[in-house]
């Protein structure tokens, strides 16, 4: 007799000025929520942040908005250093961690570009 198993749980967080539903979208025309539905059940989370500038081309002939990021980030050039300014991280990172809280348990986390950041800390 087989098994009947638990599917493993990932929270997915979409990539920079796209959305929760705009990644789940990439996931189903990719087939990927297809090929893993026997084993993953994925939550889409969409970031607190409206999108605060140009939405990329290829996202916006591709997906209908809204549109949201994670973070904005302002560069600045000091001589010959960079100098990085994060805006909204740490929201954003509150943000996730609640709604672990709230929607959790999770087995995994599938962070695309942008909040890979804050998911690999």
Known sequence: ?????RKLRVLCLHSWRTSGDIFKAQFQRSKLDVALDDLLELVFLTAPHAASGPIPDDVAGAFQGPYFEWFTTEKAQHGEEFIFTYHNML??????IS?????????????FSQVSASTAR
């Open 1 to 5: 007799m087989a098994t009947a198993h």
């Open 91 to 96: 929201e954003s990172e509150a943000f996730i």
């Open 99 to 111: 709604a672990i809280r709230e929607l959790g348990p999770f087995d995994g986390i599938c962070g």
